[in-house]
């Protein structure tokens, strides 16, 4: 319990110094946002039109200290406060459209990715060079070092335009009512088959790699020839006693990657047009908005910490060791 | 070893996998229903849904200010002339102080109530009351708005300021009964918009695409012919136009490069574009309160080291001209003076000129090649530009060569807009690329390009003006023109203006930015093209109605 307690402080300090530099940074960068809309327009604004913006913004001039404390009891209070880039729609409205998007897309190619990876990771290690281990990690170590971008842009234009097996973009299609039937649920996974699968290329490898190498050194262990010794079957020894503990290092590498679902996947957003948090990150910054940028970092802030208290969780269940410790 | 050879595995799983998720899926997409116009004009990656047409136009979707608010007269800017809108007539009174607006009879809201000069006056004390409205600035030379009977208003000015019936012209009127209840105007999302545009019915509305239906109520009998009008969300100028070469859209304003073998050669027959030259111009500024720049001699010598032709060619895909030396983009084609434009030879590429006038100017060689002040310190410039706006960075780029052959060292310099912005209007920097402010008159362009009462002193951010030049000729010439109704004399103001320009090249114009526009006529016909260009063809026109114009004109096929 005391273990429990001790993270869970660790991560309020976390929270904090985060959001303190969530205020800070963005106030660190020149101009305002109503300059940065100026940026869109090309000088097809009149040049009267910037008192108005700035009216209508209400920047304020108040000392950055009051900013930020006012800044911190908004955030307390769940009020994240109005978006500049999208005037006049609360930030909670803003990163509310492209949240499920992106949580569905980023989350299922996490999920996709780490399962299939560490199994391959296993079936590598368990039969040392056979064709899994000899051929697959090369393969997917040479495939995730192209640049992503690059991936995705090559299976777009493959799958996408030459073969036309899959829609060029978007979460659904334009003339399918969003509902949950079956025509919906299925168009929804034919939108994100090319960008899941893109990304599960992409970051195959490493889970693989990681789980491969572990395994490999748990397999010599002293409690693994004991296991083996005393005659237990090999998919026991495999599961129970060596993918178990190999675990630990890629159950910690998942926390990250969960963490960072909620920050988007900007290149696949980008090249798939799918609705998400990354492009949203990317509007909020060439904007100047503050309200919005604090926002979204707020919750990949938040999912980051949640997703290692969770990790943390998932060592007291896997690690027997951190379990007497703490108790 | 022959294990190994069998196969490769990943590629094999990855094909398979992706083939059998995509059995049962169709190549072809079925085109959106007849009468259903798709346009590509702003780029996101999902739909927030605001119909507000008096708060920041960047904040608003498109169609709020090409098709569903109406100005009360539609300037066409293709054709430089006023097309009666809401408003049917107007006449200046009261020597020029009182400008009197005749409204449209018959018009109603698209909830049925009818339009009256009560609506505009209401619209303009709203801006009035929230001056973060008032993206004009109207209130600037108006002092009071009133009615004098159901169809006629009465705008009463502070002082004599004829230009300022083009912005009173320019802005869009909603409806008394339904904005008087908004609490706070300037942040209301106007989700279900009551207008007099011809699309108001919000028929869907996705994060991804939207529909606005006809408006069953439009004041022009029998328009407009189109039903609908959907948008799809497209997050890049990328996807934007490959969605437009995959007919997937039939009317966008993107920049496409090379757009003959990209667009229209893949349906020579449909695919269709027109770029007229009616955008902002593009300048380089050079700082006239820094020498040697405040030197006329210096900054035409400046002008003649520019190969345009290579310019235009290189970093607009000779979408564009060289500019002359009045600077007027095809806009303003109305006021322009081809003789005065010749008499300005500072915009022809001449090396040799440049280098005597930079010698003349007592910018010497030394021995080295490099040019010198009169105190021995090299001449050697940063041309700023914006990073990412690749036609910039290329066009200064040309000017940089350009430079350095006659002994001007000088680098091209990015960054990101804020931080450009920031720079240019402050007056910290020596070169730099930058627009031109445009309206229906060129009061308005060479205001910010050479008066005085534009100039800021440096250090303070200027909106406009950023090379800080103010002419006295000009100064008188604008003067006059603020109080000239009669488009005669206009015109010789106008030519004056030029003449001052030409002189003085306070600024060196590059070129006129094209206004984009692409379509596909296989599902629609009607748009302005060069055969018939009755408008501007691009949704990117709609600040003074362009748009309206367009979409009235349209027809299902």
């Avoid at chain 1, 940074?25 to 108005?52: K, N, S, V, W």
């Avoid at chain 1, 998932?314 to 951190?322: F, V």
């Avoid at chain 2, 106007?190 to 109520?217: D, H, I, K, S, W």
């Avoid at chain 2, 445009?438 to 362009?445: A, L, M, N, V």
Wanted: include cysteine.
């Amino acid at each position: 319990m005391t273990y429990i307690l001790r993270r869970l402080g660790f991560y309020l300090l976390s929270a904090w110094v985060a959001l303190t530099i969530n205020f800070l940074l963005p106030r660190l960068m020149p101009g305002d946002p109503a300059t940065a809309l100026f940026a869109r327009f090309r000088g097809q604004l009149a040049p009267e039109a910037m008192q108005a913006l700035r009216e209508t913004f209400g920047l304020t001039q108040a000392p950055l200290l009051t900013q930020y404390l006012t800044s911190l009891r908004h955030v307390l209070t769940g009020d994240l406060g109005i978006s500049v880039a999208y005037f006049p729609s609360p930030v909670s409205t803003v990163i509310g459209t492209g949240l499920v998007w992106t949580v569905l897309l980023a989350g299922s190619a996490v999920a996709i990715s780490f399962t299939i990876g560490t199994l391959l990771g296993l079936v590598a290690a368990w039969w040392r060079r056979g064709w899994v281990d000899t051929w697959l990690p090369s393969a997917l170590v040479f495939l995730g070092s192209f640049p992503y971008f690059w991936l995705a842009m090559v299976a777009l234009f493959v799958f996408g335009f030459t073969l036309g097996w899959f829609p060029l973009g978007h979460a659904y299609a334009d003339d399918v009512v969003p509902a949950f039937s079956t025509a919906f649920v299925t168009d929804v996974v034919r939108h994100a088959a090319l960008p899941v699968a893109t990304m599960v290329l992409a970051t195959l490898g490493g889970w693989l790699l990681s789980m491969r190498n572990t395994t490999i050194a748990v397999l010599g262990s002293d409690y693994v020839n004991l296991a083996r010794a005393k005659g237990l079957s090999p998919a026991r020894v495999a599961l129970r006693y060596a993918a178990r503990n190999a675990l630990l290092p890629s159950v910690t590498g998942l926390g990250m990657a969960l963490g960072f679902v909620l920050g988007g996947s900007l290149l696949t957003e980008i090249v798939f047009s799918y609705p998400g948090q990354g492009y949203l990150l990317v509007q909020a910054v060439r904007n100047q908005d503050y309200p919005l940028m604090q926002g979204i970092f707020l919750v990949i802030t938040l999912a980051v910490l949640a997703a290692n208290f969770l990790v943390d969780l998932a060592y007291l269940w896997l690690d027997p060791r951190i379990r007497e410790s703490a108790t | 070893m022959s294990r190994r050879a069998r196969s490769h595995p990943a590629a094999c799983a990855v094909i398979l996998l992706l083939a059998s998720v995509a059995a049962g899926c169709t190549r072809e997409k079925p085109p959106p229903p007849r009468g259903v116009l798709v346009v590509s004009q702003e780029q996101q990656a999902s739909w927030i849904r605001n119909f507000n047409p008096l708060t920041t136009a960047t904040a608003a979707r498109w169609p709020t200010l090409a098709g569903i608010y109406e100005p009360l007269l539609v300037f066409n800017s293709v054709r430089a002339e006023y097309v009666p809108w809401l408003a049917t007539a107007h006449e200046w009174r009261e020597a020029n102080r009182v400008l009197r607006m005749t409204t449209r009879d018959s018009v109603l809201w698209s909830d049925g109530r009818p339009f009256t000069a009560r609506d505009v006056a209401f619209t303009f004390n709203l801006l009035q009351r929230f001056p973060a409205l008032d993206r004009r600035g109207v209130w600037g030379f108006l002092s009071d708005v009133r009615t004098v009977d159901d169809r006629t208003v009465d705008f009463r000015f502070q002082r004599v300021f004829i230009p300022g019936f083009d912005e009173i012209a320019a802005q869009q009127i909603v409806p008394e009964h339904h904005w008087k209840d908004v609490e706070d105007p300037v942040s209301y999302p106007n989700e279900n918009p009551v207008a007099t545009g011809p699309f108001t019915e919000v028929r869907v509305f996705r994060n991804q695409v939207y529909e606005l239906g006809r408006n069953p109520r439009y004041w022009q009998r029998g328009l407009p012919r189109v039903e609908a009008l959907r948008f799809p969300a497209y997050p890049s100028n990328d996807r934007a136009t490959l969605a437009l070469v995959y007919d997937e859209v039939d009317w966008a304003g993107n920049f496409v490069p090379a757009i003959e073998r990209v667009y229209v050669r893949r349906q020579p027959e449909n695919h269709r574009y027109w770029f007229p030259l009616t955008g902002s111009s593009i300048f380089l500024y050079a700082n006239t309160t820094r020498a040697p720049f405040d030197d006329v001699r210096v900054r035409q010598a400046v002008s003649m080291s520019i190969d345009r032709d290579l310019l235009v060619d290189v970093a607009l895909y000779r979408y564009s001209r060289p500019a002359d030396a009045t600077g007027l983009s095809d806009a303003y084609v109305a006021w322009h003076d081809s003789s005065i434009a010749a008499s300005g030879d500072w915009v022809r590429f001449d090396v040799a000129r440049a280098n005597a006038l930079l010698d003349e100017a007592g910018l010497r060689r030394g021995e080295d090649g490099r040019r010198r002040r009169a105190d021995g310190t090299p001449l050697r410039y940063e041309i700023l530009c914006v990073a990412g706006w690749s036609d910039w960075v290329r066009a200064a780029q040309v000017i940089a060569r350009g430079l350095e052959a006659v002994g001007v060292r000088a680098s091209v310099r990015t960054y990101d807009f804020s931080a450009w912005f920031q720079r240019v209007q402050a007056g910290d920097f020596d070169l730099s690329l930058g627009w031109s402010f445009e309206g229906p008159t060129p009061y308005t362009f060479y205001r910010w390009l050479m008066a005085s009462s534009t100039v800021k002193p440096l250090g303070e951010a200027s909106m406009g003006n950023w090379h800080r030049y103010g002419s006295p000729a000009a100064d008188q010439a604008l003067h006059a023109f603020e109080l000239e109704a009669d488009p005669a004399r206009q015109k010789r103001l106008a030519d004056e203006l030029q003449r001052t320009f030409v002189k003085e090249a306070p600024a060196i114009p590059l070129y006129p930015n094209p206004s984009w526009a692409e379509y596909s006529v296989a599902r629609f016909s009607g748009f302005p093209s060069q055969e018939n260009p009755y408008a501007d063809p691009s949704p990117n026109k709609l600040d003074r109605g362009d748009c309206l114009l367009v979409l009235t004109a349209l027809t299902p096929r």
